[in-house]
């Protein structure tokens, strides 16, 4: 089978159930043997950290909720039916004429997901001087304050909290703050 028929297109899905659609039609494909008219499911994923009591905990967060991209072969009527009715999915995007992906938005597509694979461990907050910022560990947990200065190199941020009715200056991890809504 030729691999210029296979386009990426794009199926809306049920809010957290991402995951698992791309589970079910992974394994739909392989026990139909289609794997020569579906190549690809993906669901990108970026790891967001977060400090908890103290704690840095990982969580996956989907870049673009509610939607599964897969790379596949529509003119085959099996693969299309496989696609819509997979447990979760609620139709193409363009509903009865799933519209392909264009080449350009391919690319920015994979060129993130690659992007998001190989981000390093600690994600570094992008903080404006003059931002409003809530602390979230260490002595001075819960105070409000303002950023007054960014070290990105060493991931400390300089900033002025209010400490019984004066500004005192701090100097913070970027993971002991969090931006104020």
Not at 41 to 56: A, D, F, H, S
Not at 130 to 139: A, L
Not at 153 to 180: A, C, Y
């Given at each position: ?32 043997e289609?794997?020569d008219?579906?190549s ?23 870049f ?16 299309k ?101």
């Open positions: 089978m030729s691999e210029t028929k296979k386009k990426w297109y794009v199926l809306r899905a049920i809010t957290g159930h991402e995951k698992k659609i791309k589970q079910h039609i992974e394994s739909e494909v392989a026990k139909q289609l794997q008219f579906v690809q499911v993906l669901v990108p994923i970026e790891k967001v950290y977060q400090i908890r009591n103290g704690k840095k905990v990982t969580k996956e967060k989907n673009y909720p509610s939607y599964v991209f897969v790379e596949a072969d529509l003119s085959v009527a099996e693969v039916h496989l696609l819509r009715q997979a447990p979760g999915v609620m139709g193409f995007l363009g509903n009865n004429n799933p519209e392909a992906l264009r080449e350009t938005e391919v690319m920015r597509l994979l060129g993130k997901v690659d992007e998001l694979a190989e981000m390093e461990e600690e994600l570094v907050p992008s903080f404006i001087v003059g931002e409003s910022i809530t602390v979230i560990d260490g002595p001075f947990n819960s105070f409000s304050g303002i950023v007054e200065e960014i070290n990105n190199d060493k991931k400390k941020l300089k900033v002025t909290v209010k400490i019984f009715g004066r500004k005192t200056p701090l100097e913070l991890g970027f993971n002991q703050v969090t931006k104020e809504s």
